[in-house]
């Protein structure tokens, strides 16, 4: 998806970014979403994408069916039946999202795997499929909470190399027309160019030259 307007979905939107990054924003509040992070909004939250073009990515996402299912603020906060979770468990995963004071934030290999797992089985379903996504469900909102409760904010989580670089990134997406070379983004960055290299292609998942290509 190279552009992500402005919505609202029918349910509980759990995302895993797996390659790149993202500038969103929800309500207006913006959130930049590196790669190997979470992001998840309520029905009620109308959120999208902060800039007009974000090519050079790759996530995977589900949405969860609530109780009511509208897009106005839902008190209590419940999945559709099914899924198998008590009401004293429920309360404890909504809460802990409910009152998050980010929607950002580190996900775990468990937590990427699953989440990536869920949406393949979604997509094709295979023997006992519905059982699948119930339990690799049940798996996610589990891990997502335990992400939630540890305040791995994958905002603060950056080193100053990587918030370096991830500015820089950001103007290099406008001044992608200059005659860039390696050597030259890396000064822009200062930083030296094995050490720009390699965290260009932890961030974004591409080296700085397909980077830049992929802007052009």
Request: proline content about 6%; hydrophobic content about 40%.
């Amino acid at each position: 998806i190279a552009r992500l307007p402005k919505h609202q979905n029918g349910g509980f939107e759990l995302h895993y970014i797996a390659k790149g990054h993202l500038h969103w924003e929800i309500e207006g509040r913006p959130f930049l979403v590196p790669p190997h992070s979470v992001f998840f909004t309520f029905p009620w939250e109308k959120h999208g994408s902060c800039v007009d073009f974000e090519p050079g990515h790759f996530f995977h996402f589900a949405v969860f069916r609530l109780q009511g299912g509208t897009k106005t603020r839902l008190k209590p906060v419940r999945l559709v039946p099914g899924f198998g979770l008590s009401e004293a468990e429920q309360r404890q995963i909504f809460h802990k999202l409910l009152s998050a004071r980010t929607r950002c934030f580190a996900a775990g290999q468990d937590l990427g795997w699953t989440i990536a797992r869920l949406v393949r089985e979604l997509a094709h379903p295979g023997v006992m499929g519905r059982a699948q996504v119930i339990a690799l469900s049940r798996v996610a909102l589990g891990e997502l909470v335990r992400a939630v409760d540890s305040q791995q904010d994958r905002n603060q989580s950056l080193s100053p190399g990587e918030r370096q670089v991830l500015r820089f990134v950001d103007e290099l997406r406008l001044n992608c027309s200059r005659p860039w070379t390696l050597e030259s983004m890396a000064a822009a960055c200062r930083l030296k160019r094995t050490q720009f290299e390699i965290l260009t292609r932890e961030l974004t998942g591409d080296s700085p030259l397909l980077l830049l290509n992929r802007f052009r």
